[in-house]
């Protein structure tokens, strides 16, 4: 079995209550969920919730790649495209994760497990 096709662990130990979906939903806005995603990982009774915790990280890291790319790219017309649709796709996740989904993206999620952050 694929590593991708491992659900995580948490899911199956924990509820994911209304209160999770909604803080998960914050951390993946654009442009200003990655302060959100900050305070959820800073704030007490949310650090502590894996569900919270799994969409908050992997939040900070697409956001600071996205800064990343939109720094790099942002001079050329095709690159502004570019990066303000991959900063609109980050409301596909924040639907999927509403919805109490668990989302693994390429890359970003085994880069956050193996360094031990989720």
Request: aromatic fraction near 12%; proline fraction near 5%.
């Given at each position: 079995?694929a ?32 302060i ?51 900063w609109?796709?980050?409301?596909y ?26």
């Amino acid at each position: 079995m694929a590593e991708e096709d491992v659900a995580p662990v948490e899911e199956a130990t924990e509820e994911i209550t209304q209160e999770d979906k909604l803080w998960a939903l914050l951390s993946w806005l654009p442009w200003v969920g990655w302060i959100l995603a900050i305070i959820a990982l800073l704030i007490e009774p949310q650090k502590t919730r894996p569900f919270i915790r799994y969409n908050a990280v992997q939040a900070l890291a697409v956001n600071i790649v996205l800064g990343v790319l939109s720094a790099i790219l942002s001079p050329t017309c095709v690159g502004s495209i570019l990066v303000l649709i991959l900063w609109l796709v980050t409301i596909y996740w924040c639907i999927k994760s509403y919805g109490g989904e668990w989302i693994t993206i390429p890359f970003i999620t085994n880069f956050c497990k193996n360094q031990g952050w989720i």
